[in-house]
């Protein structure tokens, strides 16, 4: 009997991901920029997702590393498989180090903050507060040590909902064809592309 052979599209048109420590679990956050897109994302795939089917995968390629999250569905002709390549940080080394082989999924929403959008403690990326920016000149930082020359901040809001993920593995590129779901990911997302 032949076997149908279904490809699970990828979407990677999300911001990044958040790593979040104070909780049961260690939280990992996929973040979007828009909450109804968030919303949707949830309510049309993540929710028919079967928690102990779910898997995430970092494969580390030098500075960067591939995010790779998959699952089972209950309503397979809604699923998707997400990745996207980042930078490594201090806060994948951590959840890397910490995270005990299980984490929480969450969705979050991921906003730029101008010096008008937020109060006078939050601070810009530049590690100074938003009173030591002159809001009449370009926003530019008033240590004289500092090179920012414009507030800029972000603010992260996690939806509520979660799954519990217990299937997480660090791999290098060498091993990408011991896994099927990375092996699909680079397949369809890097090796398909080469020349």
């Not at 939280?27 to 919303?39: F, H, I």
């Not at 030591?132 to 509520?160: A, I, M, P, R």
Request: proline share 3%; net charge neutral; charged share 30%.
């Amino acid at each position: 009997m032949p076997t149908l052979s279904i490809s699970i599209p990828w979407f990677n048109d999300f911001v990044g991901v958040a790593y979040r420590y104070y909780d049961l679990r260690m939280n990992v956050v996929p973040l979007v920029s828009d909450r109804k897109e968030s919303a949707s994302l949830w309510h049309d795939t993540i929710r028919y997702w079967v928690d102990p089917s779910i898997k995430i995968r970092f494969v580390e390629t030098g500075e960067k590393y591939w995010f790779i999250m998959g699952a089972d569905s209950q309503k397979p002709d809604t699923n998707l498989s997400f990745y996207k390549i980042l930078q490594k940080s201090e806060n994948y080394e951590r959840f890397k180090k910490g995270h005990g082989g299980e984490a929480y999924l969450r969705l979050g929403t991921y906003a730029k903050k101008s010096l008008d959008d937020v109060k006078k403690d939050a601070m810009c990326n530049c590690g100074h507060e938003a009173a030591d920016h002159d809001e009449g000149d370009d926003d530019v930082c008033l240590y004289n040590k500092c090179d920012c020359k414009k507030f800029t901040s972000f603010q992260v809001n996690l939806l509520k909902r979660k799954k519990t993920i217990t299937d997480i593995k660090f791999l290098e590129e060498k091993d990408v064809k011991s896994d099927p779901l990375v092996w699909n990911c680079f397949n369809a997302n890097k090796f398909s592309k080469e020349d």
